[in-house]
């Protein structure tokens, strides 16, 4: 019996999925929260480790995928899947850098909830068709640089390991200005950072060094 922990702050929501659970015979229900920190704080006070714990992203505070981080890093053993109303890429990309074990959204029927987190067990991955569709899509799409140019200056400096201050100087700009291309930059590479961007970069050929 696969033990799984709920991290909801919808307390409605909450209950149908614990109810769910609850009458579900592979597993076992053994807490929620409402938080990341409720959740990390609560955690040893469980009889026994979660198996699976099911996250959502849209957490107060610290959001579903620093929490998966987080788990990732306490339980590697455990499995996280994000369980949320976000179908966007930066949210799954953000779960699955995190290393989330799959990525369901909210509406998914109960039986393939169920089968999704049964799958589990036996190496699978859960994703709600839709987003299956759109990562599939996302590889498939020509790897073309999608900055401009300024963003493409910006991005080279960082790859040579320049300071936000150091850009700036070097493209006779603001340091708000490098702040504004680089949060462009990684929302067209849909990377969380600077070594991610340039490694990303780099494998593609789009660093002009």
């Not at 890093?73 to 949210?91: G, I, L, N, W, Y």
Request: proline share 4%; net charge negative.
């Amino acid at each position: 019996m696969k033990g799984v922990v709920v991290v909801e702050d919808d307390d409605h929501y909450a209950r149908s999925l614990t109810a769910l659970l609850e009458e579900a015979p592979e597993f076992e229900f053994l807490g929620h929260w409402f938080s990341a920190e409720a959740c990390l704080e609560g955690l040893s006070e469980l009889a026994r480790e979660p198996d699976i714990f099911v996250v959502d992203m849209g957490l107060p505070g610290a959001d579903g995928a620093q929490l998966i981080a987080q788990l990732k890093e306490r339980q590697p053993m455990a499995s996280c899947v994000a369980h949320t109303v976000f179908e966007d890429k930066t949210h799954v990309f953000a779960a699955l850098r995190a290393g989330a074990d799959g990525y369901l959204l909210k509406g998914t029927a109960p039986r393939k909830l169920l089968d999704g987190l049964r799958s589990l067990d036996c190496g699978g991955a859960p994703l709600t068709p839709k987003v299956a569709r759109f990562l599939v899509a996302e590889f498939q799409q020509p790897a073309s640089n999608p900055l401009t140019s300024r963003e493409q200056d910006v991005l080279d400096a960082l790859a040579q390991g320049f300071s936000y201050q150091q850009c700036a100087e070097s493209l006779i700009v603001s340091v708000h200005t490098i702040h504004t291309h680089v949060k462009k930059i990684y929302e067209k590479m849909a990377v969380g950072g600077r070594t991610e961007a340039v490694e990303k970069a780099r494998n593609r050929g789009w660093l002009r060094l």
